[in-house]
């Protein structure tokens, strides 16, 4: 029953500091993205993997990398936050590829950088 | 550029009213597809619908309906007989594009049913 996991659940960073979030799924699904949601702003998409081996960036992939480990994992880094990146982070996935697939969400990871 | 408006930020209804969504859309793609997801309190995001922009039949689930009308480029949902479980943040978002497919949400809108 787990879905899409995220870890962790928070977290609090000093600015400059370099963080990794994990997201891991066990639905077998072939595609997996990260979002980020700002108040007032909606769900915006940093990166998203099509496929094992593949990643694209979304609508605000500056300042973030990712990797697709595999099938399962895909994680999100920030290499040097800034408070900017303050924000609940979603990762996401879809049996198959492409972005009008309907996507399972984790619980998200509430960021705040200080 | 594509855009998602839901002009509603929010709604407060009392429980088992009848209570509309609403989302409208821009785009300038042929082929494009619909979406609406729920937020509960707890936060993670529910897949309710998707509808391409070639199927404009109304659909049904329970208590939950969605109108869509490309005329005015609206996705509306309605939920009946409204339930204080249905309070969430609810989100209407558009996929569209050539070879080069993009994914907009809207703002939300934050429904509240009070008992």
């Known amino acids: 029953n787990a879905g899409v996991t995220q870890t962790p659940k928070f977290q609090v960073l000093k600015t400059g500091q370099s963080m990794t979030l994990q997201c891991a799924q066990d639905?077998?699904?072939?595609?997996m993205y990260w979002y980020r949601q700002d108040p007032g702003m909606g769900l915006r998409l940093i990166y998203y993997?099509?496929?094992?081996?593949?990643?694209d960036k979304g609508e605000v992939p500056n300042g973030y990398n990712v990797s697709r480990l595999n099938k399962r994992e895909f994680s999100l880094r920030l290499e040097s936050a800034a408070p900017s990146q303050t924000s609940v982070y979603f990762c996401a996935s879809s049996a198959t590829q492409g972005l009008w697939q309907p996507q399972h969400f984790g619980d998200g990871t509430r960021l705040s950088i200080l | 550029a594509q855009k998602v408006t839901q002009a509603q930020t929010e709604i407060s209804v009392v429980e088992k009213e009848d209570v509309t969504l609403d989302c409208v859309y821009e785009?300038?793609?042929?082929?494009?597809?619909l979406f609406w997801y729920k937020q509960p309190p707890s936060g993670e995001l529910v897949f309710l619908i998707r509808?391409?922009?070639?199927?404009?039949q109304n659909e049904i689930s329970g208590r939950y309906s969605w109108n869509f009308q490309k005329s005015t480029s609206s996705f509306n949902f309605t939920i009946t007989a409204s339930q204080v479980v249905d309070s969430a943040v609810y989100f209407c978002?558009?996929?569209?594009?050539?070879?080069?497919?993009?994914?907009?949400f809207g703002k939300g809108t934050l429904l509240t049913v009070n008992p």
């Open positions: 993997s099509a496929s094992e081996g593949t990643t």
């Open positions: 785009t300038r793609d042929t082929t494009y597809y």
């Open positions: 509808r391409n922009s070639f199927d404009e």
């Open positions: 639905m077998n699904h072939n595609s």
């Open positions: 978002a558009l996929c569209g594009g050539g070879s080069n497919y993009k994914l907009t």
